[in-house]
T-cell receptor, first 112, second 115 residues
Framework: NAGVTQTPKFQVLKTGQSMTLQCAQDMNHEYMSWYRQDPGMGLRLIHYSVGAGITDQGEVPNGYNVSRSTTEDFPLRLLSAAPSQTSVYFC???????????FGSGTRLTVV | GENVEQHPSTLSVQEGDSAVIKCTYS??????FPWYKQELGKRPQLIID?????GEKKDQRIAVTLNKTAKHFSLHITETQPEDSAVYFC??????????????FGAGTRLAVHP
C-alpha cells in the first residue's frame, strides 16, 4: 500500500491564482481531512469528509473548497491564492470513528 | 488549536529522564484522544491513542493517561532517548462533533532530549 499520497510536494503560486492539491489513499479509509501547518500554530483543520459525497468545514475553511466523489480521492482547491495561505498542507485518512489518522507527506505551498 | 490546550510548549530533559505533556479538552462527550510525533521536516505520526472507556494505555516507553472528570489527558515518556526529540501533538474531537469523527490538534510541545 502506498498509504496517503499528496501531490505536488512543492508549489509556488502568484496571488490570485487557483490550484488543486491532490490527495489519494489506497487503504479504503472512510474519513479524510485536510490540515494546514504554520510555524508555531500546530495543525489546523480546513475541511474533512466522513465518506464519499459528504464533506464539512473545519476550523479554517475560508478560501478553500473540497469534494469527495470517490472514497480514494479528496482534492483541496484554492480558489484565489493569498499570501496568508502560504503553509504546509497535510492530507490525512482514517478507517473511521475512534481510529487515528495516517498523514501524507505534505505539500509546501508558497504564495507570492 | 481551538478547545484543545497543550502544555508545555517546550520541554528540555536529560537522556534517561521522564517527560510529561498534558492536554485539556472542553467537550465531556469526547471519546478519542490520540498523540502524534512529528520530526523535523516529516509528517505527523500516530504514536499512541486512548479511548474514553480506559484510564491508561502503555506501549513500551510511552503511556497515555486520561482523566475524564478533569477533562485532561497526558503523554508520559520514560527513559527518554535523543531520538525522542521531536514535536508532540495531542488531539481531541471539538465540541459538537458528535463523537470522534474529526480531530482538533493542540499547538504542540517541542521536546529536546540532551545526551
Amino acid at each position: 500500500n502506498a498509504g496517503v499520497t499528496q501531490t505536488p510536494k512543492f508549489q509556488v503560486l502568484k496571488t490570485g491564482q487557483s490550484m488543486t492539491l491532490q490527495c489519494a489513499q489506497d487503504m479504503n479509509h472512510e474519513y479524510m481531512s485536510w490540515y494546514r501547518q504554520d510555524p508555531g500554530m500546530g495543525l489546523r483543520l480546513i475541511h474533512y469528509s466522513v465518506g464519499a459525497g459528504i464533506t464539512d468545514q473545519g476550523e479554517v475553511p475560508n478560501g478553500y473548497n473540497v469534494s469527495r466523489s470517490t472514497t480514494e480521492d479528496f482534492p483541496l482547491r484554492l480558489l484565489s491564492a493569498a499570501p496568508s495561505q502560504t503553509s504546509v498542507y497535510f492530507c490525512a485518512s482514517s478507517p473511521g470513528q475512534g481510529y487515528g489518522y495516517t498523514f501524507g507527506s505534505g505539500t509546501r505551498l508558497t504564495v507570492v | 488549536g481551538e478547545n484543545v490546550e497543550q502544555h508545555p510548549s517546550t520541554l528540555s530533559v536529560q537522556e534517561g529522564d521522564s517527560a510529561v505533556i498534558k492536554c485539556t479538552y472542553s467537550d465531556s462527550a469526547s471519546n478519542y484522544f490520540p498523540w502524534y510525533k512529528q520530526e523535523l521536516g516529516k509528517r505527523p505520526q500516530l504514536i499512541i491513542d486512548i479511548r474514553s472507556n480506559v484510564g491508561e494505555k502503555k506501549d513500551q516507553r510511552i503511556a497515555v493517561t486520561l482523566n475524564k472528570t478533569a477533562k485532561h489527558f497526558s503523554l508520559h515518556i520514560t527513559e527518554t532517548q535523543p531520538e525522542d526529540s521531536a514535536v508532540y501533538f495531542c488531539a481531541a474531537p471539538p465540541p459538537g462533533s458528535g463523537g470522534y469523527n474529526k480531530l482538533i490538534f493542540g499547538a504542540g510541545t517541542r521536546l529536546a532530549v540532551h545526551p
